[in-house]
Structures are given as C-alpha cells and as structure tokens.
C-alpha cells in the first residue's frame, strides 16, 4: 500500500435535492483537507450512489461530476433498491479502486470530523474495520432511540453479532471489501454482514447530528423490513423457541395426562372427556415439537442457500 492511502467516501442517496448541495461542498471541503494534510492520496473521491431518486438528486450528481470529475463520481441505480443494498453496490463498486472506503449517511448526521481518526486506525493500527459508534443520540426522537436500543439488545439475545449504537458510518479496507464480495445473500443487513468477516476492527467515538435539510428517507415500513432483516439474517433462534415450546408443552402434558387418568380411574369424569384429553394433549404437543424439528431443517437449507464463505483468508506465506 502507498503512504497515503487512496480513500473513497460512498455516500447512498434517495431524493436528496434538499440536502445534496451542502453534502458536496462540506464533503469536498473534508476531502481536500485530508488531501493536504497529507493523511489520504489526491486520488481519493467521493462516490455517490443514486437510489432510483425521482428528484434531481441524479442531476446534481452529474453536475459535480462535470465540475469536478477527478473527486466526484457516481452511480445511478435502475430502481429504488433500498439503502442497504444501494450502500453495497457502492462499496463494491470501489473494489480494486481504493485502499479503504468510509460510508455515511448523505443527511451528514455522521460527523464527517472523525474520518481522521478513523483513517489513523486503518494507517497506522492496521485495522480492517473502524467502526463509528453513537456516543449519544440527541438529535433523534425518543421513539427512534428507544426503539432501537431495545432492538439492538434483542438482536444480542438472538445471537447476532452487532456493534452496539453503531449505524453505517464505517472504514471498510479493501481486503475486508474482496471478503465481503463474497457473501451472496439477497437480504442485506450489512452491519450484521461486516462483523462476520473477522479482520482487525477499531471503535471510534462521535455524537450524531442532526439531519442538515430534507426528511427522513427510512419510512416506518421500511425501518421495519430493515428490522426484520437483521433477525431473520443471522438467527434460527426463533425457530429453536418453537422447538422448547413443544418440548415444554410435551413435558406438561405428561403430567396433565396422569391427572386426566387419575381423574378416570376414580370416576370423576363424564363420558369422552378422559379419552379426548388424551388425544388432544398428545397430539397438539407432539405438532408444536414437529413444526419445531422441521425448522431446524428450515434454518439449516436456509443457512446452506445462502452460500457464505466458510473461511476468510487474512495473510498467507508462501514462498
Ligand atoms: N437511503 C437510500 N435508499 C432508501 C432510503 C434511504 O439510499 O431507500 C439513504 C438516504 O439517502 C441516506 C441514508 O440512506 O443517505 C439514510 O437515510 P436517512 O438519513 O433518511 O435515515 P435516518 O437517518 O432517518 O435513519
Ligand atoms: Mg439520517
């Protein structure tokens, strides 16, 4: 690698007129910056990704292109794709072209002053990874805080792998890039994806800002389908809860068998009663255990169908 490592921002876009002018200017002004304090390459740029906008986030592009065509590069997706995987095409679309990349958000909530850090981790720690976690979420609404925290702590429980307060504000090397390439799956939750490449990872610490023009571009149905993602991305567990309900309901209805027959030996019961209890509590619990067996099948087809990399190559000596 040069001295200076060549650095790409990748920042995904989805009707973001309002926005998009003060973006470019205060992300040329950081560039530039970097660039002469001799931290990043004069080759590095930034890559804006154009989610299907039906605004002029598009034209704008194309207009700080022309201007700028050595800093400003861009491309433009067919269709509204979604952020996650708009943020992807734009990551490995800089594969083979930068040493590293940072994503952030187009709104500039991510304060854009750590980059430097960020860029020192990966310079001079060698870190793969450098993630920037949310030291306070002031400027969201309470609902938004609370819901994700309580997500986030859900999603541990389940098993996933996640950086705690940390959204997709991240240094991603191009090694970690080639690695990432590799995972195949449609349904992207790539702050699920990145923490299963291994590599060496660093934290670095900002307070998120507020969003600088426009709205919100994450709907609730959106945020909801995101939400989703992440659980059903990583974990079978709830499948595995359905396995210990049958398990749970099995053990209770052999007890509640003993008590339906104790019930009929002494002749407490009406006629039927005794023998419909018995078939309706061993059947009911033997289906739950069986609709749970099946899903561990379900869960294993579809970790197998995805098809990720079993190993990620760090170093190798050869001769
Ligand atoms: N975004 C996108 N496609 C979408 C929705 C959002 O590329 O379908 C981009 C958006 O332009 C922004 C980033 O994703 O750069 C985060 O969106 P936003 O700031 O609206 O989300 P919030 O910060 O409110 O969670
Ligand atoms: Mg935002």
């Known amino acids: 690698m040069a001295p200076q490592p060549i650095l790409s921002f990748v920042v995904p876009c989805y009707n973001e007129q309002a926005v998009l002018p003060h973006t470019l200017r205060e992300l040329l002004a950081t560039l530039g910056g970097l660039v002469s304090e001799g931290m990043i390459s004069e080759n590095s740029y930034l890559f804006f990704v154009d989610d299907g906008s039906?605004?002029?986030?598009?034209?704008?592009?194309e207009k700080a292109h022309a201007e700028n065509p050595k800093c400003v590069r861009g491309l433009k997706l067919s269709r509204n794709v979604g952020h996650q995987n708009a943020l992807l095409a734009g990551l490995l679309g800089q594969i083979g072209r930068a040493d590293a990349v940072i994503s952030l958000d187009a709104d500039l909530q991510d304060n854009v002053a750590i980059t430097k850090q960020m860029i020192n981790c990966?310079?001079?720690?060698?870190?793969?990874?450098?993630?920037?976690?949310?030291?306070?979420?002031?400027?969201?609404?309470?609902?938004?805080?609370?819901?994700?925290q309580w997500y986030y702590r859900f999603l541990r429980w389940l098993g996933v792998e996640i950086v705690l307060d940390h959204g997709d504000?991240?240094?991603?090397?191009?090694?970690?890039?080639?690695a990432l390439a590799q995972f195949g799956e449609v349904h992207v939750f790539l702050r699920g994806l990145v923490m299963q490449l291994g590599f060496k990872t660093e934290l670095v610490y900002f307070e998120r800002k507020p969003r600088a023009y426009g709205e919100t571009k994450y709907t609730l149905s959106k945020m909801l389908a995101f939400a989703s993602d992440g659980i059903t991305s990583?974990?079978?567990?709830?499948?595995?809860?359905?396995?210990?309900?049958?398990?749970?309901?099995?053990?209770?209805?052999i007890v509640a068998l003993i008590w339906v027959l104790a019930a009929w030996l002494v002749g407490r019961t009406i006629e039927?009663?005794?023998?419909?209890?018995?078939?309706?509590?061993?059947?009911?619990?033997?289906?739950?255990?069986?609709?749970?067996?099946?899903?561990?099948?379900?869960?294993?087809?579809?970790?197998e169908t995805k098809s990720r990399p079993r190993y990620i190559v760090e170093k190798e000596l050869s001769s």
């Open 54 to 61: 039906q605004d002029d986030t598009w034209n704008l592009i």
């Open 122 to 148: 990966f310079v001079s720690s060698g870190a793969d990874i450098v993630f920037g976690v949310r030291s306070e979420r002031a400027t969201d609404t309470v609902f938004k805080r609370k819901t994700a």
């Open 169 to 178: 504000f991240r240094l991603i090397s191009d090694r970690a890039l080639r």
């Open 234 to 253: 990583f974990s079978i567990r709830p499948l595995r809860v359905v396995t210990t309900l049958g398990l749970i309901l099995f053990a209770l209805s």
């Open 272 to 303: 039927g009663w005794a023998s419909l209890m018995v078939i309706f509590l061993l059947v009911s619990s033997f289906q739950t255990l069986a609709l749970g067996i099946i899903g561990e099948y379900v869960g294993k087809t579809y970790f």
